[in-house]
């Protein structure tokens, strides 16, 4: 058990609609990372919080927006959802910062199917 | 469980053999790397780590090295076991605390 909690486990709705997952960092940790996990695409980074402020982007579609609540959960929210979303969505986390540790602790993912 | 399914390279070994998987890292600036392992169904697990003033780690029954003149990461897991299989990534950090993940290998042990 990594520490970090994701919420829910599987969700499974239709094309057009808007989702939301909920991430739980590790105790003490201020960076969040969202990452989406497709059949052919591997693993994709799509957005950074450290401590409630966005800290890098990646490959994030306009139509997904995170944020980071000041008790430092994540919320990872996807809109006018298209069949081609359908993932595994995981939360990491890690201790951050410019000197902290780079090492990230992984959540067991959300599974996201869009019909 | 579910399974990555992704279309990687597969490495297959026999039960207590040693396993080699390869990854080349995309930026000379890349100051750290991790190997992480998945299984199915389950987020990646955080395995061993290099930094870049290192050339090897060993960790319990598995080895990293790093060649930076090549740009290679590899990971030698020693007497392979079936709980080892899995799909293996390596991952650098090129800025702050973003890791870029290769596209990952399959890893199969034969009893």
């Given at each position: 058990d990594s520490g970090v909690t994701q919420t829910p486990k599987h969700l499974i709705t239709a094309t057009g609609q808007r989702v939301t997952l909920r991430c739980s960092p590790r105790s003490g940790d201020l960076s969040v990372y969202w990452y989406q996990q497709s059949l052919d695409q591997g693993l994709q980074f799509l957005i950074q919080y450290y401590n409630g402020e966005e800290r890098a982007k990646g490959n994030i579609l306009e139509r997904f927006s995170a944020q980071q609540f000041p008790d430092l959960h994540s919320e990872l929210n996807l809109s006018s959802l298209e069949l081609g979303d359908s993932a595994l969505y995981f939360c990491a986390s890690s201790a951050g910062g410019a000197w902290g540790s780079y090492e990230q602790y992984f959540g067991p993912g959300t599974r996201l199917t869009v019909t | 469980g579910e399974s990555v399914g992704l279309h990687l390279p597969t490495l297959s070994v026999q039960e207590g053999d040693n396993s080699i998987i390869n990854c080349a890292y995309s930026n000379s600036a890349s100051d750290y790397f991790i190997w992480y392992k998945q299984e199915s169904g389950k987020g990646p697990q955080f395995i061993i780590d290099i930094r870049s003033n290192m050339d090897k780690r060993q960790g319990?029954?598995?080895?990293?090295?790093?060649?930076?003149?090549?740009?290679?990461?590899?990971?030698?897991?020693?007497?392979?076991?079936?709980?080892?299989?899995?799909?293996?990534?390596?991952?650098?950090?090129?800025?702050?605390?973003?890791?870029?993940?290769?596209?990952?290998?399959?890893?199969?042990?034969?009893?």
């Open positions: - | 319990q029954r598995v080895t990293v090295l790093l060649n930076k003149t090549v740009k290679h990461l590899s990971l030698q897991i020693a007497a392979t076991q079936p709980g080892d299989s899995a799909v293996y990534f390596c991952a650098e950090n090129n800025a702050g605390n973003m890791l870029t993940f290769g596209g990952g290998t399959r890893l199969m042990v034969k009893p």
